[in-house]
């Protein structure tokens, strides 16, 4: 049997992931309202991960025995000044996700669950590639600047992307 107190934070983790997908969709719904259609659709793309990553997390809660808590999601909160500034808040969110994760193989270790620590080894990895692609996308970003023929320029590759 599963922890409990592991248990609620593989439970909050879902939640935090279901909340990501919400900002993810924030951010695209603002990048749409500034007609930048192709980094719009990139982050619906990562909204729709963000939604797998959810569901993966209420499997193995399901799987381990327990029940996982469906909390309200609140309002996607971030900057929406700019191009640069949508992209960046995805950036420290998904280090906060990082952290959080990384907190639950923590305590996994403590409590010697390593099914627990092995199912979330697939998630710090694909934190360590969301963080190195939305560093690049914030660096380019900071390089384009007021520049709006750079700006349509990242705008088309993302579109290429998803
Ligand atoms: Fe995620
Ligand atoms: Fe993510």
């Known amino acids: 049997?599963?922890?409990?107190?592991?248990?609620?934070?593989?439970?909050?983790e879902m939640n935090f992931e279901f909340y990501s997908a919400y900002l993810y969709f924030g951010l695209a719904a603002r990048l749409d309202e500034l007609r930048l259609s192709g980094m719009a659709q990139w982050m619906r793309g990562k909204s729709r991960e963000e939604?797998?990553?959810?569901?993966?997390?209420?499997?193995?809660?399901?799987?381990?025995?327990?029940?996982?808590?469906?909390?309200?999601v609140p309002p996607p909160a971030f900057d929406d000044g700019t191009p640069l500034a949508?992209?960046?808040?995805?950036?420290?969110?998904?280090?906060?996700?990082?952290?959080?994760?990384?907190?639950?193989?923590?305590f996994a270790l403590e409590v010697h669950d390593f099914g627990v620590i092995a199912f979330l080894e697939d998630y710090h990895a694909e934190q360590r590639s969301e963080e190195r692609q939305l560093?690049?996308?914030?660096?380019?970003?900071?390089?384009?600047?007021?520049?709006?023929?750079?700006l349509l320029f990242v705008d088309r590759e993302l579109a290429a992307q998803k």
Do not use: W
């Open 1 to 12: 049997m599963i922890n409990l107190k592991l248990a609620t934070m593989l439970s909050d």
């Open 51 to 72: 939604l797998d990553h959810g569901m993966a997390f209420y499997r193995y809660i399901s799987d381990a025995g327990a029940a996982a808590e469906f909390k309200p």
């Open 86 to 106: 949508i992209f960046n808040s995805a950036l420290e969110h998904e280090r906060r996700v990082t952290a959080q994760q990384g907190t639950i193989s923590s």
């Open 135 to 150: 560093d690049e996308l914030s660096a380019r970003l900071e390089m384009a600047g007021d520049d709006h023929g750079a």
